[in-house]
């Protein structure tokens, strides 16, 4: 068989099969007969991995008793005399054999130790035989004499050794167990193999399974059908999209049927199926892992594209790290562009390397800073091309990058805050839109002018501006922000507190929290280029021992730092989108639409 490429251990491509090969496999496929060989097969390994786990762990055990000179089963027959295989800590044996009532009762014979050292730590007598502080012995008592003489033996610390029940000496049973250890891994090879030449079924087995999961769906599903001796009811939702099809599908195949339609009402649990056009498919892949929204609120995929790129951008910051990305997420779309998932996931990336390389090159980031002359000489084309692209350079002026970084949360909170008033007004409540929304729009501008004054002059016309926007928009978030309060005061001081943040829509607090964690954009975008310029000063030290250790350097930092940077250009922007953004407006709690029919994970039925 051929082997799967690793990537597809990710991304397995789905099975495709046409309803007439289906058809077929239903009719044609003798599941009963592999079925039967499959748990036949799957028995014969258990019993094969039992005996062998048995056989190992007998032979494990009397590895530790070879070399003993009579046969293990002639001490255990012994009529007249009892004789037992011990071990001793060699401090108290040298004791024992000095006893005087030792010597009366017992006689022993001391068995040297085998060669070689043991691999388990000493938790019993079997597996401390080879361990040089024990000494072995054979130990011979009367039967009479026993209760006394184990009494004496245990004051010396005295472990016995279990020998197991076989006829013969141990070297000539561990020469049986060996042979039987090599017949059970062939018979395990030989199921192995017919294992293999059942594997180019397995396509198939995966459709039928598809389809008989489907049957189990719909059969579940049609004991919640209202049905009479006549009449039969069918009550579910179905894409708009889809209307003509199943009409044209009922006047074909079900002619006496009818369909009634209606749009959803608020207060149904309706089912949400995200319809988007090619440019924005990528970016569901955010809100699929957040959660569906809300039916009767809206899609906010379209809403946090840009966002997205823009923070991942500026959170990679690198042009040749950006070039690398999208190479990579082109060639991996190639090769698994027939699986929608990967589709989505590498169509994300490559759009974000596009946008990481426009900032790196905006910032002057390339591979770090690559382009000195002390790495690639005078004049050489990557600086030339820094320097005619690069509109600012967060190293050399952090507080500027940083004013950026904020400015940017500031406007993408202020798009948060428009989108709640989208929701609010979408939802019928064009008042909430304006109090809950309207009203901050109004504050929170004011409050940024009069603390940007702190700073440096404003004019002071704008001055008045924001008093005005302070006022009006305070005096209304006081008036309106407990309206859902019963009693004056309890209206007035949810209003007033609200403006700190503690109830109510949002506030002043949560909004500065916001605002703060937009500098995580520049703090990662300074960590991908300074561990860059490392790397490169790394390069620089080794490659005083020729060329190919510079570039041999430079590949494995910079790809280091490469897939170090891509997890955190990811998860950071992602999570000022999930908390920071999506806490103004979103609403989850949709469920994903299941199309009644055909459905697996693993197979992908063509209509024809």
Not at 311 to 336: E, H, Q
Request: glycine share 8%.
């Amino acid at each position: 068989t051929t082997k799967r490429p690793f990537i597809e251990d990710f991304f397995p491509l789905p099975i495709q099969v046409t309803e007439r090969e289906l058809e077929e496999l239903l009719t044609s496929f003798p599941v009963e007969q592999h079925y039967e060989e499959c748990k036949a097969i799957e028995s014969q390994r258990r019993a094969l991995e039992a005996s062998l786990r048995d056989t190992e762990q007998e032979a494990l055990t009397l590895k530790d008793l070879s070399g003993l000179p009579w046969p293990v089963g002639g001490l255990q027959r012994a009529k007249k005399v009892r004789l037992k295989l011990a071990l001793f800590p060699r401090i108290y044996w040298k004791a024992l054999t000095q006893d005087p009532r030792a010597r009366e009762l017992l006689a022993w014979q001391e068995i040297p130790q085998n060669q070689g050292t043991g691999h388990y730590k000493f938790k019993n007598p079997q597996s401390a035989i080879r361990n040089p502080k024990y000494m072995r012995v054979l130990l011979a008592f009367l039967p009479q004499e026993e209760e006394e003489a184990i009494r004496l033996l245990n004051s010396y610390h005295y472990q016995e050794i279990a020998l197991p029940v076989f006829p013969g000496r141990v070297e000539d049973r561990l020469k049986e167990l060996e042979a039987e250890r090599k017949s059970i891994l062939e018979r395990q090879e030989t199921l192995k193999r017919r294992l293999v030449e059942l594997t180019p079924l397995i396509p198939r087995l995966e459709t039928l399974l598809g389809y008989w999961e489907g049957q189990r769906d719909r059969s579940l599903q049609e004991t919640s059908l209202t049905r009479s001796k006549r009449l039969m009811f069918i009550v579910g939702y179905i894409r708009k999209k889809d209307v003509p099809f199943l009409e044209t599908m009922l006047r074909e195949k079900f002619p006496q049927a009818l369909g009634f339609y209606r749009d959803p009402q608020p207060g149904e649990e309706v089912p949400v199926s995200l319809a988007l056009s090619r440019p924005f498919r990528p970016a569901r892949l955010l809100v699929n892992m957040f959660g569906l929204p809300n039916y009767f609120t809206f899609d906010p995929t379209p809403f946090i594209v840009f966002n997205f790129f823009l923070f991942f951008g500026l959170c990679f910051g690198d042009a040749i790290y950006g070039l690398a990305l999208m190479g990579l997420s082109y060639w991996l779309l190639r090769r698994l562009e027939t699986n929608p998932t990967a589709r989505d996931f590498f169509s994300l990336f490559f759009y974000a390397g596009i946008s990481t390389t426009i900032f790196g090159a905006l910032t002057g980031s390339w591979a770090g800073d690559l382009y000195k002359p002390e790495y690639l000489g005078e004049g050489n084309p990557l600086l030339r091309l820094k320097e005619s692209l690069c509109l600012l350079d967060p190293l050399s002026d952090i507080l500027q990058a940083l004013v950026y970084a904020l400015a940017l949360g500031v406007i993408n909170q202020f798009y948060a805050i428009s989108l709640r008033m989208y929701k609010e007004y979408r939802m019928g409540r064009p008042l909430d839109a304006l109090l809950d929304g309207g009203l901050w729009l109004l504050f929170l501008p004011g409050i940024i002018i009069l603390a940007c004054s702190i700073f440096f002059p404003v004019p002071p016309g704008l001055m008045k501006v924001a008093r005005v926007l302070l006022m009006v928009g305070g005096a209304g978030l006081v008036l309106t922000q407990g309206r859902r309060e019963k009693g004056l005061v309890p209206k007035f001081l949810t209003g007033l507190v609200s403006l700190y943040g503690i109830m109510g829509t949002y506030g002043c607090t949560s909004f500065v929290g916001d605002i703060i964690s937009y500098s995580r954009l520049l703090a990662l975008g300074l960590t991908t280029t300074i561990i860059g310029m490392s790397f490169n000063i790394v390069a620089e030290l080794v490659g005083s021992a020729g060329t190919v250790f510079f570039v041999l350097a430079l590949i494995l930092g910079h790809t280091l730092n490469f897939f170090i940077s891509i997890i955190g250009a990811f998860v950071h922007p992602a999570r000022l989108i999930f908390l920071e953004f999506f806490g103004r407006f979103y609403e989850g709690g949709g469920h994903r639409f299941r199309p009644y029919g055909f459905q697996s994970s693993k197979v992908q039925l063509l209509r024809t």
